[in-house]
């Protein structure tokens, strides 16, 4: 399969486009810097924006149709503190998700065509955006703790954005596209781990999962390991 990954370069991102090489599948990476990143023969890495559209495109040019598209992005702060200065923009994820979607929906729809031309079906692409709990109605079983940074410190900057992907993701998808959001609980260190996996407004998670336990998991996800478990579904995932 081919993946299309967005924030590959970040904390979580990083063990998703490498995990999904070592399963030997072909990935393509949109950065804002190529020179750091090791090559791989099946590693297609595209300098630009994911707020940029003809950075996207480009990305979807590069000969083989993709079949599902990750986001692991997130806007930055200052540093770690919660407090930090939030460095935006404001719409990083819900623009750049936008972006990716509109693109994948173009290209399965040109598949739609072909395929009635030449008697075949297209398979519907993927869609998985790391969203965060917290988020609409996940906000009813988070922590207290979480609420609190998440109305009182830069935190809430950041979910801004993750609540405007929650919200836009059916409009945006329609019925070309299936999604998935996962909702992490805290994200931390840790290595593979088992994923344990609840509803929008379950209890019952922990309160963290390793960020490789995560990316896997969306890769997993992307690769239709899950069959159909969790298309069109907002899953909270914990170790």
């Known amino acids: 399969m081919h993946l299309f990954i967005l924030g590959a370069t970040g904390r979580t991102g990083l063990y998703g486009y490498k995990y999904a090489l070592d399963e ?12 750091k990143i090791d090559r791989h023969d099946r590693l297609t890495i595209i300098e630009g924006s994911p707020l940029s ?6 990305a979807f040019d590069t000969g083989t149709p993709i079949d599902a598209v990750l986001v692991f992005l997130n806007a ?12 935006g923009p404001p719409r990083l994820i819900a623009d750049s998700t936008r972006n990716a979607t509109r693109a994948l929906r173009a290209q399965y729809c040109e598949q739609v065509v072909d395929g009635a031309g030449n008697g075949g079906e297209a398979k519907k692409p993927r869609l998985i955006v790391m969203n965060a709990l917290g988020v609409g109605k996940s906000w009813a079983v988070t922590p207290y703790i979480v609420r609190f ?17 929650n919200e836009e993701i059916e409009s945006e998808c329609g019925d070309e596209v299936l999604w998935t959001l996962p909702l992490p609980v ?5 290595g593979r781990e088992e994923v344990k996996t609840f509803g929008y407004e379950e ?5 963290w999962i ?3 336990s995560c990316a896997r998991w969306m890769v997993d996800v992307a690769l239709g390991r899950e ?3 969790f298309d069109n579904r907002r899953v909270i995932v914990s170790n």
């Open 203 to 207: 209890n019952g998670a922990s309160l």
């Open 210 to 212: 390793s960020r490789e």
């Open 227 to 229: 069959g159909g478990r």
């Open 24 to 35: 030997g599948h072909k990935v393509t990476i949109l950065v804002r810097k190529a020179d």
């Open 149 to 165: 940074m998440i109305t009182f410190s830069n935190v809430s900057e950041s979910y801004k954005d993750h609540n405007a992907v």
């Open 53 to 58: 559209e003809e950075d996207i495109k480009r």
């Open 76 to 87: 930055p702060r200052i540093d770690q503190n919660p407090w930090g200065k939030f460095l």
């Open 186 to 190: 805290g994200l931390g260190g840790g």
